[in-house]
Nanobody, 124 residues
Framework: QVQVVESGGGLVQAGGSLRLSCTASRLTFDDYAMAWFRQAPGKKREAISCITWSGGTTVYAGSVEGRFTISRDNAKNTIYLQMNSLKPDDTAMYYC?????????????????WGQGTQVTVSS
């Protein structure tokens, strides 16, 4: 079965940077999308960014656009989320997900494979 594993979370001061990594194994086809979500206590799981297999399409939430950058290394079945200018409101558990579809119409319900999450904490 597909296995998704995230890493790179940690504690950082406001204004700092972190880079998250996610590897999805056993993905057979080259037409899948991978995405980052986050969930803070008391809030719904929110989509942060999505990238297609080709990397030609990227999607960002308004709250992170301009600060976060998603990228992909298909040879490694790995995506990255470079997070700059971090704010305390970015504190959340960050999840990586994959599905055999494009980023169109993406949401938590549309993704089949999920990682266990990696915690990001931003201090003020």
């Amino acid at each position: 079965q597909v296995q998704v594993v995230e890493s790179g979370g940690g504690l950082v001061q406001a204004g700092g940077s972190l880079r998250l990594s996610c590897t999805a194994s056993r993905l057979t086809f080259d037409d899948y999308a991978m995405a980052w979500f986050r969930q803070a206590p008391g809030k719904k799981r929110e989509a942060i960014s999505c990238i297609t297999w080709s990397g030609g399409t990227t999607v960002y939430a308004g709250s992170v656009e301009g600060r976060f950058t998603i990228s992909r290394d298909n040879a490694k079945n790995t995506i990255y989320l470079q997070m700059n200018s971090l704010k305390p409101d970015d504190t959340a558990m960050y999840y990586c997900a994959a599905r055999y579809a494009s980023c169109s119409g993406s949401g938590p319900q549309a993704y089949n494979y999920w990682g266990q999450g990696t915690q990001v904490t931003v201090s003020s």
